[in-house]
């Protein structure tokens, strides 16, 4: 269930599933695999589902960074390298959405068709970048306590962290066992991220669109500027979630996913 490989500068797992047409997932910041537990469960009963866990995160070892999403996305292409795999669906919530980009920019020809889920195309402000650097010093001097804490209340709506403690918890439990150097590496590289804006009227792939009607983190509006920007894309605003909709309405996302994938497949 959970592979390892030996990439060149570190070993690298992932969770391989299912067979048939493959589909391979990119988690966000700082989580791993298993929160798109819900969607690989789904589509592995028709599809290979290939979710790594990205370097420096979940059980993957954490270099010392800066974690471009050009390295990233250069580490997943060696995955899906060693796995004998073409062309794949590539899906990215948030940094994995930034990821997803680097990869479509450097990869084209493996990229069958694309869902972005709670992610945008902007490159960081100086703000932002300055705002991830103090975070990143922070995580390494006092560990990653205090970022979690400001982070996990963006992650589900009010209403879902009061009903369900249980599903935070396991979001906490993912969030802290994230290695400072490895949470670190990717603050710097996403500080890094150039715009994908000029690659969106270039992208000529199916691409299905997700959002949390309250994501504050990457909002509607972000999603609908990619959503107008990307020939023929699909978007799909999930009620009632906020930025992991694959966690909070896994069900809602898994069957827009499953729509979509008819459609491209
Ligand atoms: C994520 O969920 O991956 C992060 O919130 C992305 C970011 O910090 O820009």
Redesign the pocket.
């Known amino acids: 269930m959970s592979p390892r490989i030996g990439l060149n500068d570190f070993d690298m797992y992932y969770s391989s599933s299912g067979s048939g047409h493959p589909v391979a997932l990119l988690h ?2 700082p989580l791993d695999h298993t929160m798109w537990k819900a969607q690989i469960d789904e589509l592995s009963k028709d599809h290979r589902v290939i979710a790594p866990d990205l370097r420096g995160h979940g059980r993957s070892q954490a270099t010392p960074g800066p974690y471009t999403m050009d390295l990233l996305a250069s580490d997943v292409n060696t995955l899906l390298d060693r796995l004998g795999l073409g062309p794949v669906v590539l899906g990215g ?4 959405g930034y990821a997803a980009f680097a990869f479509a920019r450097q990869y084209p020809n493996r990229v069958k068709a694309l869902i972005l889920a709670d992610t945008k195309a902007e490159a960081d402000t100086p703000e932002a970048q300055a705002r991830r650097e103090e975070q990143a010093q922070s995580v390494l001097k006092d560990g990653p306590r205090g970022l979690v804490d400001q ?1 996990i209340v963006k992650m589900f709506t009010g209403k879902t962290s009061t009903s369900n403690p249980a599903l935070v918890e396991r979001l906490r439990n993912m969030m802290e066992s994230t290695s400072p150097t490895g949470i670190a590496g990717a603050l710097r590289g ?1 500080a890094r991220r150039p715009d994908s804006t000029p690659l969106l009227r270039s992208m000529r792939v199916p691409t299905l669109i997700i959002v949390g009607r309250e994501d504050s ?1 990457t909002t509607v509006s972000d999603a609908e500027k990619m959503a107008n920007s990307i020939p023929g894309s699909q978007l799909v605003v999930i009620p009632e979630a906020a ?1 992991l909709t694959t966690m909070e309405k896994p069900s809602e996302v898994n069957s827009a996913i499953r729509r979509f994938l008819q459609r491209v497949e």
């Open positions: 966000g910041f919530l948030s940094m994995g982070m996403m983190l930025h």
